[in-house]
């Protein structure tokens, strides 16, 4: 017998849990992240943090509906946000609002979403970007579809899908993953590999030793890389987007990072959950080692950080009290936008639903 | 004017509309050079080459999810799947997202996308290769469903379909595909969509039906005629949203209905139409609406299938029996 095919998966971390960077900031510089960069990273993940927070305070409070946190998560999804191109198309799954705040979607928005209010579907910001995508993995196979469309028209711009460990389960997973290698597609998928698919663990999901592995059936290149290292996100992110942007076909990132929270504010983890799991990984988390980088560089001082913490949180309240303020929305909302032009047979529900009430 | 038979008809439709539009695409399982199974798709791939007629991986989820996306990005996908029967992993995709990407994007993304599939029985196909759930589909919010019963109706529907801004489930009757030929002006001439079609005018009776039934339908009818009962005979077409106002007005003046269809008769499109007119033709009625349809079984495998599917004489019953109500 001979080998006729060798594969290998590589994991990368450049920044640890104990804020060691593996190089050094004037080399970092050289390979685009600068010292302003890397507060912007800071700022943008205390933000959602902060947000995230509020959030679950709202749905506690009655004041918001089911919400997923993105606890723990932050490095992973603002840097996605940080790396793609505006005219890129993001194609979420549910628990990437940091991504969707980089790309311009409102935070108002986003509350509105999880608050049940019609209103929060429309994102604005990126007009293109996909919305909120619940049914697990479903939406890897639109980014087919959005990088084919790319392909087609010979436009630079690169697809971008996340989803989670469970996700990667899916046969619509598989599906794609197999597409976009047939056709070399200008995809990247990013898999959020956060240990828990509500109480099912990453080692009950699959036996691969790695999720990033799945690529190569597809056809192509998976990596892993430390979640929780914004950093090294970043730079295996653009690697990723600026070659498949180049032509170079697809690539998948297994992102390892830990879901802090519940699986959303409807679950409690502590039924199935090692609180000495949780423990450690809290050891872990993306914004402590990105703040004691910042720190031991002297790149901010302790009073800038309370500057920044107290400005991110004067930007969510005062979305949250527009989102409170929001006049509500009209019986009609149901019936808008199911087809372009409302057939005679919604009309009719349309009115019976205006004089009845 | 060319003599096309339905499958001629439906090819003609998207050569047509390829010419005219470049962000027309199809994409299949052995759409390309093989032209489709049934051949729905020849040439579309010699004409309008490889990166606009997709050979897809096996895959029926992918190849509606990948819809969506391009869909979203623009273009206007035609979608085969090869056989109804292997529909249902598409499902997901069309129930979860395309039917509901206009809604939940508050109309700023849309899903121009037609999803095309054979179906019904009647060719002595092997298993789920013969079932009709037009049904399941219709009961869908935010998709068209759209059923041709002969080529003039396939090509100009088909036409109105790739051009209708939000998604269309376009079932095609295989057992007429090549039943009968007739002249189609490939004109690029759409029919309306929402609509159905009257296809014989009558005073005694209302008789509905939709693809391939209808040409069982409309022999029962010239059978009918010959004994002295005059029936009107409708082509549903539009299986949603259902076209009220043809069907009630014709009630109003027969005061009589049989539905006819080869799908199984619970919770059926039959039964929907039935609903209606006792909703809101109860008073024009002289007689119990009565469907005659396949039953509520699996579809048989091929020898028992003539027994399955509704005949000329059952209709032809079903109809002197409410005339004599
Ligand atoms: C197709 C489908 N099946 C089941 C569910 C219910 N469900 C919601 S989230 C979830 C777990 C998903 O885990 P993972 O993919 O790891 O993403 P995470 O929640 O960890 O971000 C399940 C089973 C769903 N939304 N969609
Ligand atoms: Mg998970």
């Not at chain 1, 509350?111 to 910001?125: A, K, Q, V």
């Not at chain 1, 990596?223 to 990723?240: F, M, P, R, S, W």
């Not at chain 2, 390309?32 to 606009?52: K, P």
């Not at chain 2, 051009?163 to 095609?172: K, S, T």
Request: charged share 20%; proline share 5%.
């Amino acid at each position: 017998m001979k080998t006729i095919a060798t594969f290998s998966v590589k994991y990368s971390q450049s920044l640890n849990p104990a804020a060691e960077l593996n190089t050094s900031l004037e080399q970092l510089a050289t390979a685009g992240i600068h010292s302003s960069d890397l507060l912007d990273f800071y700022q943008s993940m205390l933000l959602i943090r902060t947000f995230d927070t509020k959030a679950i305070a709202l749905q506690r409070t009655g004041r918001l509906g089911t919400y997923p946190s993105c606890l723990g998560q932050e490095a992973i999804s603002t840097a996605i946000g940080k790396t793609m191109h505006a005219e890129d198309v993001f194609i979420p799954g549910y628990r990437d609002a940091a991504t969707l705040i980089c790309r311009g979607t409102t935070m108002q928005q986003i509350l509105l979403y999880w608050g049940g209010d019609e209103r929060g579907m429309n994102f604005t910001g990126n007009n293109q970007d996909l919305p909120y995508n619940v049914p697990i993995a479903s939406q890897c196979c639109h980014s087919i579809g959005i990088a084919y469309a790319f392909k087609l028209r010979r436009e630079p711009r690169v697809a971008v899908v996340v989803c989670g460990d469970g996700g990667t389960s899916e046969g619509d997973f598989y599906e794609s993953l197999n597409a976009a290698g047939t056709w070399q597609l200008p995809v990247v998928f990013v898999v959020i590999n956060n240990q828990w698919a509500i109480s099912v663990p990453r080692s009950k999901q699959s036996g691969c030793t790695t999720l990033a592995q799945k690529a190569i059936a597809g056809g192509f290149s998976g990596e892993q890389v430390d979640g929780n290292d914004i950093i090294g996100c970043h730079l295996q992110l653009t690697k990723a987007i600026e070659n498949a942007r180049a032509g170079n076909g697809p690539h998948l990132i297994e992102a390892i990072t830990y879901r802090l929270s519940d699986h959303t504010t409807a679950d409690d983890a502590s039924r199935y959950r090692d609180a000495d799991d949780l423990q450690q990984a809290w050891r872990e988390e993306p914004l402590l080692r990105l703040r004691n980088l910042l720190l031991n560089h002297q790149l901010i001082s302790e009073s800038q950080l309370e500057a920044i913490q107290s400005q991110c949180n004067e930007e969510v309240e005062a979305c949250v009290a527009e989102y409170l303020a929001y006049p509500p929305q009209p019986n009609s909302a149901i019936f808008e936008y199911m087809y372009q032009q409302m057939p005679c047979g919604l009309k009719q529900q349309l009115s019976e639903l205006e004089t009845q009430r | 004017m060319p003599n096309l038979t339905l499958i001629e008809a439906v090819n003609a439709a998207m050569n047509f509309e390829m010419s005219a539009d470049k962000n027309v695409l199809v994409l299949g399982e052995d759409v390309g050079v093989n032209g489709g199974v049934f051949r729905a798709t020849d040439n579309l791939q010699r004409n309008f080459g490889e990166m606009r007629v997709i050979d897809t991986p096996l895959a029926e989820s992918l190849i509606c999810g990948m819809s969506i996306g391009l869909a979203v990005q623009g273009f206007k996908p035609i979608a085969e799947i090869q056989f109804m029967g292997f529909i249902y992993a598409a499902f997901d995709q069309l129930i979860c997202h395309a039917s509901r990407m206009r809604n939940r994007t508050r109309g700023r993304l849309s899903c121009p996308m037609v999803l095309r599939a054979p179906y019904g029985g009647g060719i002595r196909a092997p298993e789920h290769h013969s079932e009709s759930t037009e049904a399941i589909f219709a009961h869908v919010p935010g998709i068209r469903v759209v059923i041709p019963s002969s080529p003039a109706r396939a090509y100009g529907l088909l036409l109105a379909a790739i051009r209708d801004p939000d998604p269309v489930v376009f079932l095609e009757p295989k057992r007429i595909y090549r039943a009968q030929s007739e002249m189609v002006e490939d004109n690029g001439v759409a029919l309306p969509l929402d609509v159905c079609f009257t296809l014989r005018l009558g005073c005694d009776l209302t008789l509905i039906s939709w693809g391939a039934m209808l040409k069982e339908t409309l022999e029962a009818a010239e059978y009918l005629a010959a004994i002295g009962i005059d029936a009107e005979v409708i082509d549903l077409a539009s299986i949603k949203p259902i076209d009220k106002v043809t069907i009630l007005e014709s009630i109003q003046k027969t005061g009589r209905c049989v539905i006819i269809s080869e799908a199984p008769k619970s919770g059926s499109v039959a039964a929907e139409i039935s609903a209606i007119i006792a909703e809101e033709g109860l008073t024009s009625l002289l007689a119990p609406i009565l469907r005659v349809s396949g039953y509520d079984t699996v579809m048989p495998l091929f020898k028992l299938e003539q027994q399955y599917l509704p005949s000329v004489d059952k209709i032809v019953k079903a109809a002197q029996h409410v005339m004599e109500f």
